[in-house]
């Protein structure tokens, strides 16, 4: 029972996540778009766009590794803890550098 409503939760997490990639991308590839369209200059300035697109990457990431954390309670197998481990690793590493990457662009 407990593992069914895990499976779920753990679905809708990623669904979240997921959904959040996908309005983060929409919403990046609107504002290049008008970007290009509307401005005159040869070099144009993309770091607002970026930034707001790595902050939905983040959040989305967050839910990422809820849903793993939330799977690892349930389901301990060893196997299962080394894959999770490396999965949550992963992502941890890409939010590091991804969040650098924010501060980066606002200093």
Do not use: C, W
């Not at 919403?27 to 040869?42: C, G, H, P, T, Y």
């Not at 590794?65 to 999770?84: C, G, K």
């Amino acid at each position: 029972m407990i593992e069914l409503a895990v499976d779920y939760v753990t679905f809708i997490l990623n669904v979240m996540g997921a959904l959040i990639v996908i309005y983060g991308s929409l919403q990046a590839f609107v504002k290049v778009l008008k970007i290009e369209f509307k401005s005159k200059k040869k070099f144009h300035p993309y770091e607002n766009v970026k930034r707001t697109y790595v902050q939905k990457l983040i959040l989305a990431l967050d839910f990422f590794v809820a849903s793993d954390l939330l799977r690892l309670v349930a389901q301990p197998t060893m196997d299962e803890i080394i894959l999770i481990a490396l999965i949550v690793v992963i992502r941890t590493v890409l939010n590091y550098s991804l969040s650098k990457e924010i501060h980066l662009h606002e200093e």
